[in-house]
């Protein structure tokens, strides 16, 4: 079986930060052909900025189009749509207007509200309790998760990075991280939400 493993990062982080890094090494493990997109061009100060956010979603969206262009999704029979950050916005609306929606699933670290917006399939998610870019511990984004059935771990303490600041917890927290997106992956059972704050 073909099975394809596309990453979408964040804005400053790249495809060779460690949730993309590490998520990157379980797709190939589990038989993933991967495919990165290492979009770049983005405004300064966006956080906060609704103008520099939609200019930024439009330089990542027309680059990923672009490298994907040539790409013949039909030719696997699994999807995989890895996204950070604005990258969770740009992989689901890709996977929303593919003729394939129905075989692409997402995994969706620090998703930005504007995701879930719009119409794509089996997701799960990962975001932090003190993520400054979905308003900290007034976050929207576990609702949103629970409203739409998607499986959500929140990480507490965590900022958009989903790192703390403390290095132990930091790894600790990356093992559980990793260890739910690998059985998303292999299509193991998933709780419906992992809300540890």
Not at 5 to 24: Q, S
Request: proline share 6%; net charge negative.
């Amino acid at each position: 079986m073909k099975k394809l493993a596309v990453f979408f990062p964040g804005i400053g982080y790249t495809v060779d930060k460690p949730l993309m890094h590490y998520a990157r090494r379980l797709a190939a493990n589990a038989g993933y052909e991967i495919r990165l997109l290492p979009y770049a061009g983005f405004p300064d100060k966006i956080i906060g900025d609704r103008d520099r956010m939609t200019a930024s979603f439009a330089i990542a969206y027309g680059q990923a189009e672009e490298m994907l262009k040539d790409l013949d999704f039909s030719a696997f029979e699994e999807i995989l749509f890895v996204g950070k950050s604005i990258g969770t916005v740009v992989a689901a609306k890709m996977a929303s207007e593919s003729k394939l929606r129905d075989r692409i699933r997402l995994i969706l670290y620090t998703p930005l509200p504007e995701t879930f917006s719009l119409p794509f399939g089996e997701a799960v998610a990962f975001t932090g309790g003190a993520d400054q870019w979905v308003g900290k511990e007034k976050s929207p984004i576990p609702k949103l998760c629970r409203e739409r059935g998607i499986p959500v771990t929140v990480i507490p303490g965590a900022n958009h990075s989903l790192e703390t600041g403390e290095v132990g917890t930091d790894i600790r927290n990356m093992e559980e991280i990793m260890e739910t997106t690998r059985r998303f992956m292999t299509g193991e059972a998933m709780d419906e939400s992992a809300d540890r704050s």
